[in-house]
T-cell receptor, first 112, second 109 residues
Framework: GEDVEQSLFLSVREGDSSVINCTYTDSSSTYLYWYKQEPGAGLQLLTY?????DMKQDQRLTVLLNKKDKHLSLRIADTQTGDSAIYFCAESIAGGGNKLTFGTGTQLKVEL | DVKVTQSSRYLVKRTGEKVFLECVQD?????MFWYRQDPGLGLRLIYF???????EKGDIPEGYSVSREKKERFSLILESASTNQTSMYLCASKRGEAFFGQGTRLTVV
């Protein structure tokens, strides 16, 4: 079955690193995604990782994937106030339109 | 620039009304999705479509139906709106990565 879990809240100080964690259950995931949602807006794709990769880095973002533990994380270096948003992880399952299953979202609050 | 457009940002409807939410994409994608987003529950899949006239139920299809007569358009229908369908509705279109519309905040009174 498909289940994606995240903690609901994370608070960090400006300039620190943020680490948002996600666990999933379906081992047939093909892609894993991180989306960002700012207040009143739709979802914006931040980054994604293929299921056969361990790590992907994109500027301030680092995605780590542990397939054995079905654990995905997003690290944001030098977190800024503009990073305050809800972050969703999602997995894409092969077949049937490659539907996306989302986690509950983590509300990141960046404090001065 | 890729685009997924939802017809309304905000809607207020009465209980029992039939409600149509429209979504159009300009990327020639086969796969389109309707989600609802509620606080603490994340995004839950209502219906998806992987081709014209093809549809599949998602995790919470009850009280909804969909229509995909043309590739670019995917409509979500609330047959008889109820107050528990008050929510944010998000449409997505996907080939590799998924692109989302801005969302429709529906209030049923």
């Amino acid at each position: 079955g498909e289940d994606v879990e995240q903690s609901l809240f994370l608070s960090v100080r400006e300039g620190d690193s943020s680490v948002i964690n996600c666990t999933y259950t379906d081992s047939s995931s093909t892609y894993l995604y991180w989306y960002k949602q700012e207040p009143g807006a739709g979802l914006q794709l931040l980054t994604y990782i293929f299921s056969n990769m361990d790590m992907k880095q994109d500027q301030r973002l680092t995605v780590l994937l542990n397939k054995k533990d079905k654990h995905l994380s997003l690290r944001i270096a030098d977190t800024q106030t503009g990073d305050s948003a809800i972050y969703f992880c999602a997995e894409s399952i092969a077949g049937g339109g490659n539907k996306l299953t989302f986690g509950t979202g983590t509300q990141l609050k960046v404090e001065l | 620039d890729v685009k997924v457009t939802q017809s309304s940002r905000y809607l207020v409807k009465r209980t029992g009304e039939k409600v149509f939410l429209e979504c159009v994409q300009d990327m020639d994608h086969e796969n389109m999705f309707w989600y609802r987003q509620d606080p603490g529950l994340g995004l839950r899949l209502i219906y998806f479509s992987y081709d014209v006239k093809m549809k599949e139920k998602g995790d919470i299809p009850e009280g909804y139906s969909v229509s995909r007569e043309k590739k670019e358009r995917f409509s979500l229908i609330l047959e008889s709106a109820s107050t528990n369908q008050t929510s944010m509705y998000l449409c997505a279109s996907k080939r590799g990565e998924a692109f989302f519309g801005q969302g429709t905040r529906l209030t049923v009174v």
